[in-house]
Nanobody
Framework: QVQLVESGGGLVQPGGSLRLSCAASGSFASITTMGWSRQAPGKQRELVASVSSGGSTDYVDSVKGRFTISRDNAKKMVYLQMNSLKPEDTAVYYC???????????????WGQGTQVTVSS
């Protein structure tokens, strides 16, 4: 299994920046895709950004040009740099990782506990 722990959330003013971090630990054979999702009260959870093992990234249109996802495979961490934050970005942000266990051919997904990001003046 993979345990994911997010950090870096908090309260920021519109236009401000935050950097979210997610550390992976546990027993697993490999981690493939890692990503960040968010969920605001009364809203559906949406994928914000993802990064493959090869470094390919994808972003939801609303954050393109403002957010940057990156990963450090040696440290088993994934980051989300968030700039030019807007009130609409307010949500609980969750880290996720797709991984494989020894003896399994298919991937499983693990989620972190979430970290609150609030953008308000």
């Amino acid at each position: 299994q993979v345990q994911l722990v997010e950090s870096g959330g908090g309260l920021v003013q519109p236009g401000g920046s935050l950097r979210l971090s997610c550390a992976a630990s546990g027993s697993f054979a490999s981690i493939t895709t890692m990503g960040w999702s968010r969920q605001a009260p009364g809203k559906q959870r949406e994928l914000v950004a993802s990064v493959s093992s090869g470094g390919s990234t994808d972003y939801v249109d609303s954050v393109k040009g403002r957010f940057t996802i990156s990963r450090d495979n040696a440290k088993k961490m994934v980051y989300l740099q968030m700039n030019s934050l807007k009130p609409e970005d307010t949500a609980v942000y969750y880290c996720n990782a797709d991984y494989k266990l020894r003896g399994y051919v298919s991937s499983q997904r693990s989620w972190g506990q979430g970290t609150q990001v609030t953008v308000s003046s």
